[in-house]
């Protein structure tokens, strides 16, 4: 594409070479910022009365891009954390096209100004071990259908797998021979093998032994979990699997007040390894994750190892006494009820 200086020019490029080339991010993140531009686009043509073909690289500054913000939240009811995903997009956008049209920067550079609105730190949503291995015995296995899903969703928790992780799995990544591991193809590129328990290794035996290999193709290069047309399994599909499970334990008397999605499966799983004293360096490397200060959120509400930590080192100094029955007292009551 000829350089001619538009904003159709530089978004085009951003979105096609340096997302995928120089940042190389994943496809989803970038599908996440496409989002972002799309909706400004709806925001340019219903609020400000410009056409998207209309829209130059001078029309995108600060102000536009705060009053795009203050649009999603108030009209499309957006939380403050999709805005600062929103955001995003737009600082990376304006990072890129300064280098490439410094005479842009003054009001590009505004935009990098802008801050992430502050929003609650909401708990992590997690799964007592209890509750997890209700559900995963939901999944009867008597035909290849529901085998398939008892054998997702015990690979999908043993591996604390992302959705995405999960769905792109084949055949080449899992290795059943001992050390018993599964290839996980991360955010950034990254691979990282993961170790798998002695059940969900019996239970990918007998799956692969049984699966239905498509003639043409080589057996490592098939998707491990695929639909009925024999496609990769996607994340709308996983999602579809775990809630139809979900409802059958809820009537076995699972209840909890939160969505059950994938993630919550890598969040029951990190809670349980610290349950089990797991070093966080450990858990970090088999989550995938950068850091360990992202880790760390799974041993702050690790509340069981909060309270044993107290029981050990704190003496309990509350008298240990019974007490009469004060609903007993009818002047009592009376009285509270005349407050």
């Known amino acids: 594409m000829k350089n001619d ?29 496409s989002d972002s531009f799309k909706l400004m686009l709806v925001f340019c043509e219903e609020k400000k009365g410009i056409k998207s073909s209309q829209l130059k690289l001078e029309n995108l500054d600060r102000e536009l891009v705060i009053e795009f913000l203050d649009w999603l939240e108030q009209e499309r009811g957006c ?14 956008f304006s990072r890129y096209v300064q280098k490439e049209c410094p005479s842009e920067m003054a009001g590009l550079q505004s935009i990098l100004g802008i801050s992430y609105k502050k929003s609650r730190k909401t ?14 015995a939901q999944p009867k296995g008597d ?104 409802e059958s334990a809820e009537k076995e008397g699972m209840n909890v007040d939160f969505p059950i999605t994938p993630h919550v499966f890598r969040h029951s799983k990190a809670v349980h390894m610290v349950h089990a004293g797991i070093n966080l360096i450990y858990i970090r490397d088999f989550l995938g994750h950068v850091d360990c200060s992202t880790t760390e959120i799974y041993a702050k509400i690790d509340t069981e190892q909060k309270r044993k930590a107290i029981e050990s080192a704190c003496k309990d100094i509350a008298p240990e006494q019974e007490y009469e029955d004060w609903t007993k007292d009818d002047d009592l009551m009376e009285f509270l009820r005349s407050l």
């Open 5 to 33: 200086g538009t904003f159709p020019y530089y978004v085009t490029t951003f979105f096609k070479k340096y997302l995928p080339g120089q940042k190389n991010l994943s496809s989803n993140t970038i599908h996440s910022y």
């Open 79 to 92: 939380r403050p954390t999709t805005r600062n995903q929103r955001l995003i997009a737009f600082r990376s």
């Open 123 to 136: 708990v992590v949503p997690y799964l007592t071990e209890r509750q997890m291995t209700l559900l995963l």
């Open 143 to 246: 035909k290849w259908e529901s085998y398939r899903d008892k054998v997702l969703m015990s690979t999908l928790y043993d591996t604390g797998a992302r959705v995405q992780e999960l769905c792109d799995i084949k055949m080449k990544d899992v290795r059943l021979e001992k050390p018993a591991i599964i290839t996980l193809h991360g955010k950034g590129d990254k691979d990282r093998q993961v170790p798998i328990m002695g059940s969900t290794k019996l239970l990918l035996e007998s799956y692969i032994e049984h699966y239905k290999f498509m003639p043409g193709i080589s057996k490592g290069e098939h998707y491990l979990f695929v639909n009925q047309r024999k496609g990769r399994l996607s994340r709308w599909g996983v999602s579809h699997i775990i809630n139809k499970y979900v």
